[in-house]
């Protein structure tokens, strides 16, 4: 029997044993509208492994986009895709395509290649981030292949209330770089509420240490939200939300030593994304709670890729103009079930989305049109088998149904083959109070991922060939994880392993094999393994120092059958460190370390990074009543550092920010 029938059965042997279970009374679960996972009964008794980042985390750390509020997860570490000059994450060695994201439950992404670019993501309105780990839940639904994160957006409290700031940001010769401004604005009366959110980055530039201003490294995001909600004394819920991102930025060109890479003069005049959502809840009778989400999200770009540095004229062969205007649209119905007079959780949820991406390479080439439809049906229990024992277990069914994939040759549309999948989920764990302020965790999972439209059908801009036969990724997961409380002290610790069958990696191919070697293929390359384990610390009370944060992980990826074929942007060791210092009664002091070892920027290993270390300091001073003073320097030893090599990224720069919320 293999490892992967062994968790399927054990997941299904809990289902079936927790679901017939009874161990006494206990009050249903009700959850935000936005969240994902069943919360367990117990205060610190998860079922599922998940760190959660809260609002006052990511402000108390400075954290402004996406990306930088989940580097503060240990085991996550971000890169920056240095030839797209994109922000992902990578997840105890899991990609953001295999990590997806989520906004309140709706899953936020490019249809065609399945990644989003985080840096360009605000969090000003956000409640919190969850980011599930050891596979993370089956409610997600497909593609969480090892793990998933739910950006949870803030309600209203009751009343008139609002707040703004505006910031700057100098480089190490005090020139100005960066403007920043944004405001929320909310009202909400008895059962009613509404809430707008803005924030706008305009970044000029950004200087590299020892050197000058990055060449076409200019950026400018503006991200909106609006949310109209209602709230019944029964506890019935809906609420409608509008949100947009505008986004222009460049590509800054290849800096680095390897002969093999040509620098790429890429301009993206537009990278636009619009989404409008219905999220509900009712009430259905004893115990059960039905929940429904409903979206339509698009996503619109435009590529230039310049002949050289003037970004002027588009000559060579290499350079072009390429849209994209892709959608999705889909939704999911859930059934929560938690009787009064039982100790478990049952919820069961039907996802559906249909992906299409339509692409125009140059103005006399024809649309490219690609469509794939996935499905999903999952069953998660959680149950109190004792005060001191909660367990929880799930199975789902997902579908991929490849719709249309066109192929064009010369100018001439013709279809790829197309391929259906499947893929069966499970999970199953169990989380023990041993003593007081001490718990152990369990988890085994089964998860899986589809390859995205461009994992199949991508030429590279002819550095690939497409591979339409690529077969989901599976892996198995398994952690074992303690918490304890010491006074002030909070102090978690995990060890796990995953092993990934048919991983999907870039494979080289014969300079011949395309039309602009170096040539390779998306293929699945058989199994990996992955496994490390890490540390955190937090403790909020301390002699002098205040608040202190330690986090620390290792991360080891290891690809059994083609061992030439490594891990890419996945870094062994990160350390972090971070501390809020009360500078009497009016100013906080606030340091910021993170370290990571080198990474490899391609699987044959050519490229890599070295390893770096960087301080970031901050000091926030209450001015009057409601209006506050953020000074900062980054990268305060001006550390010449990459995720990606031949990208470096700024180097020493300084920001002064003031923020005003008035007292409701």
Same mark, same amino acid.
């Given at each position: ?17 927790? %679901?017939?279970? $009874? ?146 940001? +100098? ?29 706008? =980055? ?61 620098? =790429?003069?890429?301009?993206?005049? +537009? ?12 009430? %259905? ?10 979206? +339509? ?11 050289? @540095? ?27 079930? @938690? ?11 039907? $996802?559906?989305?249909?992906?299409? $991406? ?72 169990? @989380? ?13 999972? $089964? ?9 199949? /059908?991508?030429? &590279? ?10 077969? %989901? ?20 610790? @995990? ?33 990996? &393994? ?55 009664? &009016? ?19 050519? =490229? ?32 010449? /550092? ?12 300084? %920001? ?9």
């Amino acid at each position: 029997m293999t490892s992967r029938t062994h968790i399927g059965v054990l997941a299904m042997f809990c289902l079936l044993s927790l %679901a017939g279970h $009874h161990a006494g009374a206990a009050e249903a679960t009700q959850t935000a509208l936005g969240t994902i996972e069943v919360i367990a009964r117990h205060e610190g008794l998860p079922p599922l492994p998940t760190d959660v980042i809260p609002a006052a985390a990511l402000e108390s750390a400075g954290r402004r986009d996406l990306a930088h509020a989940l580097d503060l997860v240990p085991a996550l570490t971000v890169t920056r895709v240095g030839a797209r000059n994109e922000a992902l994450v990578q997840l105890r060695g899991y990609d953001s395509r295999q990590v997806p994201l989520f906004v309140d439950g709706i899953p936020v992404y490019v249809p065609y290649d399945g990644n989003i670019d985080l840096a360009r993501l605000g969090v000003g309105d956000v409640e919190e981030i969850r980011v599930s780990k050891a596979g993370g839940s089956v409610l997600y639904g497909p593609n969480a292949l090892g793990g998933a994160i739910n950006v949870v957006t803030a309600r209203p409290a009751p009343g008139l209330d609002w707040e703004g700031r505006a910031g700057v940001r +100098y480089d190490d010769s005090m020139d100005l770089a960066r403007r920043d401004v944004g405001g929320r604005a909310s009202w909400r009366s008895g059962e009613w509420y509404l809430q707008a959110f803005a924030f706008l =980055r305009d970044e000029n530039f950004f200087r590299i240490p020892d050197g000058g201003r990055r060449e076409n490294s200019a950026s400018r995001d503006l991200n909106t939200r609006m949310q109209l909600g209602w709230q019944g004394e029964s506890g019935a819920q809906w609420q409608l939300n509008y949100a947009r991102f505008d986004g222009d930025k460049q590509t800054p060109p290849y800096a680095g030593t390897s002969p093999g890479v040509r620098p =790429r003069f890429w301009r993206w005049p +537009y990278y636009d994304k619009e989404d409008i959502y219905v999220i509900g809840a009712l009430p %259905a009778g004893d115990g059960l709670w039905l929940r429904a989400r409903a979206y +339509y999200d698009s996503f619109e770009n435009a590529l230039h890729s310049f002949d050289d @540095a003037t970004y002027t004229t588009q000559n060579r062969p290499y350079a072009f103009t390429s849209n994209y205007d892709d959608y999705t649209w889909g939704g999911s119905i859930e059934a929560e079930l @938690a009787p009064g007079d039982a100790a478990g959780v049952t919820r069961a949820v039907f $996802h559906f989305k249909e992906d299409t $991406h339509r692409e125009f390479d140059d103005l006399d080439q024809p649309q490219e049109r690609m469509e794939d439809r996935t499905w999903s049906v999952a069953v998660e229990h959680t149950h109190t088998l004792r005060d001191d024992l909660t367990a929880s277990a799930g199975v789902g069914w997902n579908k991929l149904d490849t719709r249309r994939a066109d192929d064009n040759i010369n100018g001439t549309i013709t279809p790829f083959p197309l391929d259906d999948d499947s893929a069966v989920n499970v999970t199953a764990g169990a @989380a023990w109070n041993v003593a007081p302020d001490w718990t152990l965790d369990f988890n085994l999972a $089964h998860k899986t991922r589809f390859p995205t439209l461009k994992d199949r /059908y991508s030429y &590279r801009l002819g550095a690939a060939l497409p591979n339409p036969d690529l077969t %989901a990724e599976d892996a198995e997961h398994v952690e074992v994880g303690a918490t304890t409380r010491l006074g002030d002290t909070e102090l978690h610790g @995990a060890l796990f392993g995953s092993w990934l069958d048919d991983a999907i990696a870039s494979v080289s191919l014969p300079p011949t094999a395309c039309a602009s070697p170096p040539c390779f293929q998306l293929q699945n390359v058989g199994r990996q &393994r992955r496994r490390g384990g890490e540390l955190s610390a937090t403790t909020t009370d301390l002699p002098v120092l205040g608040e202190l944060r330690l986090g620390y992980s290792y991360v080891a990826v290891d690809n059994f059958e083609q061992p030439e074929v490594r891990a890419v942007y996945t870094p062994r060791h990160k350390v972090q460190l971070g501390t809020r210092t009360p500078l009497g009664e &009016r100013a906080t002091l606030r340091f910021d370390f993170k370290a990571e070892d080198g990474r490899l920027s391609t699987s044959d290993g050519v =490229r890599q990074t070295a390893g770096f270390g960087l301080l970031d300091v901050g000091v926030e001073v209450r001015l009057i009543a409601g209006l506050r003073l953020l000074v900062e320097a980054a990268n305060l030893t001006d550390r010449l /550092y990459a995720y990606d090599e031949g990208f470096p990224e700024s180097g020493r720069n300084y %920001a002064a920010t003031l923020l005003w919320q008035p007292a409701p």
